[in-house]
């Protein structure tokens, strides 16, 4: 497995403004993911960060609102914009080393928008 | 798309019993089942997962099954410990090149010493 780590592990924000959240990867790895997970709920995927072009959104998650970078194979970003309290929540990456390893998560970071 | 069920929402056992936490899927083109453990204010960590081609898998005090007819898999949990206790949730990749999972809405598993 790899090690992945996020920053910042917490944050208090203002709404209206926007957080930006790192993903660092011990090793190089295939695919990286977004997950939203709000207080005492599931995993929700946010996107897939692909490498070099733009990420892939799922249902109800917006480029605008979630921008998301990718520029190698260790590293992304995602940015939470114009932040209001519904936004509070865990947003997790995770990466797989190819297609058939496991998935591998950061420890997260938990945001609370006030 | 894949809808996943997970059962129970919350178990609580005594310390030394077994404990079962079981999932179901929609789509029979679901090929990989990961089980992740969650402990308060960290990510989930994979503790076992099954392939398709596979019915069983067992490491240590934890097994896996898995019934592609009836599409259910089950996490067991023999001999619990206190250091068990956490949010358990199942996931399914079903199929493709994206490698997405889809999760269950979690188990918070309780161990009573």
């Known amino acids: 497995s790899a090690v992945i780590s996020q920053k910042p592990s917490r944050d208090i924000c203002q709404r209206g403004t926007s957080l930006t959240i790192q993903c660092q990867v011990d090793?190089?790895?295939?695919?990286m993911f977004w997950y939203r997970q709000q207080p005492g709920q599931s995993l929700t995927l946010i996107a897939t960060?692909?490498?070099?072009?733009?990420?892939?959104?799922e249902s109800g998650f917006v480029i605008d609102k979630f921008p998301i970078s990718r520029p190698n194979l260790t590293f992304s970003t995602l940015t939470v914009s114009n932040m209001s309290p519904e936004d509070s929540s865990i947003y997790l990456c995770s990466g797989n080393r190819d297609l058939n390893t496991e998935a591998f998560f950061g420890q997260g970071t938990r945001l609370t928008v006030v | 798309g894949e809808n996943v069920e997970q059962h129970p929402s919350t178990l609580s056992v005594q310390e030394g019993d077994s404990a079962v936490i079981k999932c179901t899927y929609s789509d029979s083109a679901s090929n990989y089942f990961p089980w992740y453990k969650q402990e308060l204010g960290k990510g989930p960590q994979l503790i076992i997962d099954?392939?398709?081609?596979?019915g069983e898998k067992k490491d240590q005090r934890i097994a896996v099954t898995l019934n592609k007819t009836a599409k259910h898999f089950s996490l067991h949990i023999t001999e619990t410990q206190p250091e068990d206790s956490a949010v358990y949730f199942c996931?399914?990749?079903?199929?493709?090149?994206?490698?997405?999972?889809?999760f269950g809405k979690g188990t918070l598993l309780t161990v009573n010493p």
């Open positions: 960060a692909n490498q070099g072009s733009e990420a892939t959104y």
């Open positions: 099954i392939r398709s081609n596979v």
């Open positions: 090793s190089q790895v295939t695919m």
């Open positions: 996931a399914v990749h079903h199929g493709g090149s994206n490698y997405k999972l889809t």
